[in-house]
């Protein structure tokens, strides 16, 4: 059954490899006249005055949280959809209560305001 | 010659090659397509020096980008900046590898077992395209955060954004076709979707799952970044997002993802929903003609609204996805459910 | 600081970036997207117009006002040909007040495409903008079949016009405004009703309209804000006293409400045309001037209605030199950009791009 994968990582090497290889090529070819002032890092013509790595807040932290909790859900869905018909009115109900604890997480968070947040 | 060398073997090989360099030309193709389209709709001729009616353009643009200067800035982080399109491009290619594009074919008898058109069929495909297109986010949150540029960290950070709210509606519209179709497998979902209701209406998904197509399709448009949700590269606000610092065939590499990325979401949207292969007309191992077909609809949607709508607003679209989307998605998935269960 | 502190963004948005509309540098300080602070830096298109005026004889500064507002020459033409009419008492025949009235108001439709063109490409949307260039494309000609340039058309003269409308030219006008006509829904199709273009634009940038009359915001955004002040209407000049025509107002005085106004000035701007054309009266097109132009001893301010808000010329003359000893304008560009950094703050980065185009500012007139 594992054979099935090896394309795909196949794949993924070709792709690297053709990533690799354009970038190579470009080099190749490709004039080098940098200086000084060309590698300045882009701030519409003024040069730079604070560095771009500072701390710099993320306002959406609190959804990213929420986000990582509701992706795992989402993970628990696909193995249960996959065999749904085998679980039969059972499944469907265990699956309910399932999503209605996510609804009810998912509805106090709204209600708290988590999710605005811009 | 050894023996594990068969025809089937070969033909393989020659398989994910083809498919490669099928992705990277249908990804030329559809810059050549969108110039054009976006042309006529602004009532413009569209690029028509280069080659027929300007064809060849792409190619004329990869050659030009090959030999421009290359610049990594100064304070950049010099690995993570050269890795990013590596993995953007990786990534895109990748999600390709598990989609199937037509039945079989034997090349006049030659192959035997006849060769499926796809480079694999594992049997979880739908996950594996799940999760490799959603590595392309990491090369654009590295190409933000390496360049050491502001305007490259708020598209690196718009892009994550983007990504947490359309992720799980993704998900949960994914689920629904799961659940119709028993299973993972991208060919067994198409082959599930083979046959007509009262000989006329082909059963696609579509018809099963409208609300699931397009929370489908909204978060496809999010996911490869286009507008109207082009926010991590958003050029009138962030000048070019994540690739502002990047030049020459660095640049040209995210390029290449952004539309490999929408072709692949276009052949998945097409499996999914729209019966993949499957067609009136055409014989069996032609079945990709109607693949095609498909996909170019498809991809011409693409292109039609990133030139007729305006740019959302990231916040907007974090609402849009956690607000409205993810409920819809939710009760799509139930009744869904409810709906299998019953009818059997 | 604590450990989890996060220190403002400072970001430079301009002189070099694709929506600052020329030259204007803003520094942003951002928390995360979210503006807190904005300083707006201008003077990166400065050549002087005002003091150079004062070296250049009277009917020279013409050519320089064209540089002010280069996508609105015309208006500015008028402006300053005015003023030192109104400074000289000349009398300008009717003729020429009719044309200029139909020059002025051909220009206001072209300095809004313009706008909404790049206004609408600001927030993304691209097709909109080559739509107006395309009819923006057929003013010009019909600029240049009467004056010969498409965008510097020094085509007024003190006390009149260069010369008379070429033959035909009268009917090309009419031609275009049923063109035009046509036109406009197919910019309202793309965007009035458009949900992303409302959520872009709706209570965005609001500004009441007392808030609007103390920052001295004129044109567009202050009737945006729901103040009917027009000067065409207020304090009349060229012909605008004989004909028809409604000055729209907004309410919300958000960005969307800017834009409708705007939109509306287009149909209100052909309703002009028109009747400037099916009345226009025979006659030459340039009065009594002295062949040396050389105003009495005395100032005057004098205001007109450009694309833009108010564009007023404040000119001192010492009745001796043939230059204006003092040149002064009030550029509406310039008095509107105080708004930005009072109505981005708090907004987000976004939203600083589409706050800038519906000010509709032009570089070369805020800094002069």
Not at chain 2, 22 to 38: G, N, P, T
Not at chain 3, 211 to 216: K, T
Request: charged share 20%; glycine share 8%.
């Amino acid at each position: 059954m594992l054979r099935a994968y090896i394309p795909i990582f196949l794949f993924i090497l070709v792709g690297i490899a053709f990533a690799i290889v354009t970038l190579i090529v470009s080099r190749l070819v490709h004039a080098e006249k940098a200086n000084e002032v060309k590698l300045e890092p882009y701030e519409c013509g003024i040069e730079p005055q604070t560095d771009a790595r500072d701390r710099y807040s993320v306002r959406y932290y609190l959804v990213a949280m929420l986000f990582v909790i509701f992706d795992v859900e989402t993970v628990f869905m696909f193995p249960w959809a996959v065999v749904l018909d085998r679980l039969a009115l059972f499944g469907l109900i265990e699956m309910f209560l399932f999503v209605l604890i996510l609804v009810v997480g998912y509805a106090y968070a709204w209600k708290k305001g988590a999710l605005e947040w811009a | 010659m050894p023996a594990f060398i068969t025809p089937t073997v070969i033909a393989h090989l020659v398989l994910i090659f083809a498919v490669m360099n099928m992705l990277v030309l249908s990804s030329a193709f559809m810059v050549w397509m969108e110039r054009k389209v976006c042309a006529y709709i602004q009532d413009r001729l569209g690029p028509n020096r280069v080659g027929f009616e300007g064809l060849l353009q792409p190619f004329a643009d990869v050659f030009k980008l090959l030999l421009k200067e290359e610049l990594v800035p100064k304070a950049a982080d010099k690995l993570l900046f050269l890795l990013a399109p590596i993995i953007s491009v990786a990534a895109a290619l990748t999600a390709f590898s598990v989609v199937p594009f037509g039945t079989q074919i034997t090349l006049f008898g030659l192959l035997d077992p006849p060769l499926r058109l796809e480079v694999t069929d594992v049997n979880v495909g739908i996950l594996v395209v799940f999760a490799i297109t959603s590595m392309g986010v990491y090369g654009i949150v590295l190409a933000g955060w390496s360049s050491n540029s502001k305007y490259s960290l708020l598209g690196g950070l718009r892009s994550s954004a983007q990504m947490i709210s359309y992720e799980i509606s993704y998900g949960l519209a994914l689920a629904a076709v799961v659940m119709l179709a028993g299973s993972l497998s991208l060919r067994e979902v198409v082959m599930n979707q083979s046959g007509y209701w009262w000989h006329l209406i082909p059963r696609w998904y579509l018809f099963l799952q409208p609300l699931g197509f397009l929370i489908f399709f909204t978060a496809g448009v999010a996911e490869t970044n286009r507008a109207p949700f082009d926010f991590p590269e958003a050029e009138q606000e962030l000048v070019a997002g994540y690739h502002t610092e990047y030049s020459s065939m660095s640049f040209g590499l995210f390029f290449l993802a952004e539309y490999v990325n929408m072709v692949t979401v276009s052949a998945v949207a097409t499996s999914l929903y729209l019966g993949g292969w499957l067609g009136p007309f055409l014989p069996d191992w032609l079945g990709w003609i109607w693949f095609l077909i498909k996909t170019l609809a498809l991809l011409f949607f693409y292109v039609w609204m990133r030139w007729t709508l305006p740019r959302y607003r990231y916040d907007q679209l974090m609402e849009f996805g956690w607000k409205y989307l993810l409920p819809v998605a939710i009760v799509n998935l139930i009744v869904t459910a409810a709906l299998v269960i019953w009818l059997g | 600081m604590s450990l989890f502190d996060t220190d403002e963004l400072v970001i430079n948005m301009g002189p070099q970036h694709p929506s600052t509309h020329g030259v204007l540098r803003v520094v942003l300080r951002l928390d995360g997207e979210r503006v807190v602070g904005a300083d707006v830096v201008i003077g990166y298109l400065h050549r002087g117009i005002e003091k150079l005026s004062e070296h250049r004889d009277w009917q020279q500064i013409v050519m320089l006002t064209d540089r002010m507002d280069y996508v609105s020459a015309a208006t500015s033409n008028l402006g300053y040909c005015e003023t030192v009419e109104k400074l000289m008492q000349i009398e300008v025949p009717r003729r020429a007040r009719y044309i200029r009235t139909i020059l002025s108001e051909l220009q206001r439709i072209a300095s809004h495409n313009l706008w909404l063109g790049t206004h609408a490409m600001d927030i993304g949307a691209m097709t909109v903008f080559l739509y107006n260039f395309r009819e923006r494309e057929l003013i010009l000609d019909l600029f240049e079949e009467f004056c010969g340039a498409r965008l510097t058309y020094s085509s007024m003269r003190i006390g009149g016009l260069p010369l008379d409308i070429p033959s035909g030219w009268a009917r090309k006008v009419s031609a275009f405004c049923d063109l035009f006509e046509t036109k406009i829904p197919e910019y309202e199709d793309l965007l009035t009703h458009n949900r992303i273009w409302k959520e872009r634009t709706r209570n965005i940038g609001v500004i009441s309209g007392a808030d609007a009359i103390a920052i001295g915001l004129t044109g567009p955004p202050l009737r945006g804000s729901g103040v009917p002040r027009d000067v065409r209407k207020d304090e009349p000049y060229a012909a605008y006293d004989e004909f028809d025509f409604d000055v729209p107002i907004g309410s919300a005085g958000d960005i969307y409400d800017r834009y409708l106004v705007r939109l509306e000035e287009f149909r209100q701007s052909l309703r002009i045309i028109r009747q400037a054309i099916a009345g226009l009266p025979e006659g030459p097109v340039v009065g009594k001037v002295p062949r040396l132009i050389k105003p009495p001893a005395g100032e005057t301010y004098h205001a007109i209605e450009s694309p833009k808000g108010e564009l007023g010329f404040f000119i001192v003359s010492d009745g001796r030199s043939n230059v204006p000893y003092r040149f002064r304008v009030r550029p509406p560009s310039f008095c509107n950009l105080q708004a930005l950094p009072r109505l981005i703050k708090g907004h987000l980065v976004a939203d600083v791009v589409a706050m800038i185009g519906s000010i509709d500012i032009v570089l070369g007139e805020v800094d002069r």
